[in-house]
């Protein structure tokens, strides 16, 4: 008979197993399923306790119940109790009304429910074409700035684009200058105070973080201390809430006693035990700097928005919302309930990693997302998506399942609840009149591309996977492409145009492993041919004349593209080996836009109706 750990787990959303790239069949093991089952709160360390708590378990979450915004839902209870979205609440017995937009709870015949009121499909966005750069590389020194990003948007919506994507741009760790990947956040719901401009910092190829994120920092509390007030600042704080409270007092907190709360005393261990209520009045002054960074990164973030939109840009600016944030930082440590601990984000084993990947990022709990009626995930999308008219959601393969590794066994896949987490994410997007991008390249788990176009929510088409065949290689025809998608020849992850030409990364991985990059290359080579022959011309702007004929609604034009560069911004797998995040652009933000690869491009976008 099964053992009783791995029945409950199954319950609880782990699955039984998976068959990896090359087909083989790894079933999740009983250690894998107790370390699973700890992370979400249920620990039954043995198989009688599992056994018992299957004996007694009841789903006591809320049922969800996807309808139709405006409509009715499918539910006709003998009584029930219904609390709108707004707070506004309502009782009777029969039919349910016609809900808005929105996420609803009700009460009824002695269970709960969250109603999702969604529409049943996202429109399409316009058709049209916009830059993908790097914010952090955007300055002629330093760090690149909000306000180059403003400069750039200016630039960029004169040349036609429609919109302007950056790498994320969540609160990171500015008092640990080296952990500044923009995909080990500390916060999705608050902003990296780093790109606030303050000084000239450090010119150089890349961007000298242990340099310039202390003193742009330094300058910043130069410039609170020398600020008079402003009323404007008080009623934004005002309106931010307990939530800003939380994620100011974290901050302050920090610099006393370290960036990662699992290192704090144990009496602080969440924001409301005895002694973080106190030091809300000790640190009160240090958690008004924090609010007050936090309200000028916002500003300066809107302001790069409005000159998106204000020169024309259909869509504005193009965030990127990263899949998971850091175990120990401040969205973690305001709400524990929401996220698994003991386990991290990653990816099964593949030819490039057999042991698996092991990310260090919390995940969602699906048991946290469920009891709280999605609130976490709702507010996530709805502060990217106030600065935003596109989103990208990395890893969008975690709406469908989740790769869990426990500190101390082999990872399993963790079922999560998708069709709910898509109806929050429709409900955002329409809330905010703006559109959605999955990120959903890799392992594509069956029925999810489906989902996704069923919600009207665009994958990501890359030109160098794009294939009708392999070994020898045959590339699509960008007629091929799906008109619901982001049309791009590379990845932030992946070879610019240059470095795949010249193969670069096969390059640098094999400086790395010591490896013979020969077969590679050759294979390479095979691949940069038959790609060649699919363009309408040679060079970068065949490219770029392919990719703006293909039927997808958007095309995405790489910054590192334009400027003909080797290196690809990261390089996974990689930590210090790699100078990852940190190649600075050799064009200023204010001059990119009157680059003659950029008329050009935008040339050939307008005489393909972009």
């Known amino acids: 008979m099964t053992d009783a ?5 199954e319950r609880m959303g782990v699955l039984p197993g998976f068959h990896d790239l090359s087909g083989q069949w790894r079933a999740t093991s009983v250690d894998s399923a107790e370390a699973l089952l700890a992370a979400m709160g249920l620990a039954v360390p043995s198989e009688p306790e599992a056994q018992a708590a299957l004996d007694a378990h009841a789903d006591l979450l809320p049922q969800d119940l996807i309808c139709a915004a405006g409509g009715r839902p499918d539910l006709s209870p003998a009584a029930w109790q219904l609390t709108h979205e707004d707070g506004t609440q309502a009782e009777g017995a029969g039919p349910l009304p016609e809900l808005p937009l929105g996420i609803h709870r009700l009460h009824a015949d002695g269970r709960d429910y969250t109603l999702l009121s969604a529409p049943p499909r996202l429109p399409e966005p316009a058709r049209s074409w916009g830059l993908i750069a790097p914010l952090y590389g955007l300055s002629a020194s330093g760090i690149g700035s909000y306000d180059d990003l403003a400069a750039l948007a200016r630039g ?4 036609g684009a429609g919109f302007l994507g950056i790498n994320p741009i969540h609160a990171g760790f500015p008092s640990v200058p080296g952990l500044f990947s923009p995909y080990t956040p500390s916060h999705r719901r608050r902003l990296n105070v780093i790109h606030v401009a303050a000084g000239r910092g450090t010119p150089g190829p890349l961007v000298d973080y242990a340099r310039d994120i202390p003193a742009r920092m330094a300058l910043l509390r130069a410039e609170y201390d020398a600020f008079p007030g402003d009323p404007a600042f008080e009623d934004w704080q005002a309106g931010e809430g307990e939530s800003l409270q939380r994620f100011a007092l974290h901050q302050a907190l920090s610099g006393l006693h370290g960036a990662f709360w699992g290192d704090w005393p144990a009496t602080l261990a969440t924001p409301d035990t005895p002694a973080a209520l106190a030091a809300r009045h000790d640190l009160a002054a240090e958690m008004r700097f924090h609010a007050w960074l936090q309200w ?47 386990a991290s984000l990653g990816a099964p084993p593949d030819a490039f990693a057999p042991e698996g990947q092991n990310w260090g990022l919390a995940p969602f709990s699906p048991l946290g997302l469920r009891a709280q009626a999605y609130a976490p995930l709702a507010q996530t999308l709805r502060r990217q998506l106030q600065f935003a008219g596109l989103l990208r959601i990395d890893h969008i393969l975690g709406f469908e399942r989740a790769y869990w590794v426990p500190d101390a066994a082999p990872g399993a896949y963790v079922a999560m609840p998708r069709d709910a987490m898509l109806a929050v994410a429709r409900i955002e997007v329409a809330r905010a009149g703006a559109a959605i991008v999955g990120e959903d390249l890799g392992n594509i788990p069956d029925g999810l591309r489906d989902a996704l176009a069923a919600s009207g929510i665009l994958g990501c088409r890359v030109a160098m996977f794009e294939r009708e065949g392999w070994h020898p290689p045959r590339f699509r025809p960008a007629e091929a492409y799906d008109r619901g998608a982001v049309a791009s020849f590379s990845t932030h992850d992946l070879p610019t145009w240059r470095g795949w030409r010249q193969g670069a990364d096969i390059a640098a991985r094999a400086a790395l492993s010591g490896g013979d990059p020969g077969p590679q290359l050759a294979e390479r080579a095979q691949e940069v041919a038959a790609l060649d022959e699919m363009l309408p011309a040679p060079g970068m702007d065949g490219l770029h004349a392919f990719l703006a004929r293909a039927p997808a609604r958007l095309v995405a034009v790489q910054a590192e593209v334009l400027l003909d560069i080797e290196a690809q911004p990261n390089l996974p797998g990689t930590v210090t080996e790699y100078p990852n995040w940190q190649q600075r652009l050799p064009v200023a933000a204010a001059d990119f836009a009157a680059l003659p690869s950029v008329a050009r491009t935008a040339s050939i976008m307008r005489d393909n109706e972009r």
């Open 156 to 159: 960029m919506a004169g040349q």
């Open 5 to 9: 750990r791995l029945r409950l787990a």
């Open 296 to 342: 000028r990164a916002e500003r300066a973030l809107a302001a790069a928005g409005q000159a998106a939109r204000g020169g024309g840009m259909a869509q504005g600016l193009y965030l990127d919302l990263a899949v998971g944030t850091h175990p120990f930082g401040a969205e973690t440590w305001e709400d524990r309930a929401s996220f698994a601990f003991g």
